[in-house]
């Protein structure tokens, strides 16, 4: 069984940073992309960023030079560093991870979501 394990979350003013972390585990076999969706009240979830399993990065334009995606993939986990956020940047964040488990085909996992909560 695999299972996404976010962490980081929490209350920050705004200006000041956070980092997410998100580790993948299980009967996994490979992870191709890993990447941060949030959603706000009363809005869908949509990408922050994400990265191939070759280091391709791609960013929503509202993050682009503020926030940092990396991953670490002998450990499968992925990290996403927000700076100079704003109140707009609240929202849950959910880790996804487009991966193999070892008894059948790729599939998108999703972990169960961190509150980011931005205060001005």
């Known amino acids: 069984q695999v299972q996404l394990v976010e962490s980081g979350g929490g209350l920050v003013q705004a200006g000041g940073s956070l980092r997410l972390s998100c580790a993948a585990s299980g009967s996994i076999f490979s992870i191709n992309t890993m990447g941060w969706y949030r959603q706000a009240p009363g809005k869908q979830r949509a990408l922050v960023a994400d990265i191939t399993s070759g280091g391709t990065t791609n960013y929503a334009d509202s993050v682009k030079g503020r926030f940092t995606i990396s991953r670490d993939s002998a450990k499968n986990t992925v990290f996403l560093e927000m700076n100079s956020l704003k109140s707009e940047d609240t929202a849950v964040y959910y880790c996804?991870?487009?991966?193999?488990?070892?008894?059948?085909?790729?599939?998108?996992?999703w972990g169960q979501g961190t509150q980011v909560t931005v205060s001005s």
């Open positions: 996804n991870a487009i991966l193999r488990p070892r008894d059948s085909d790729y599939d998108s996992y």
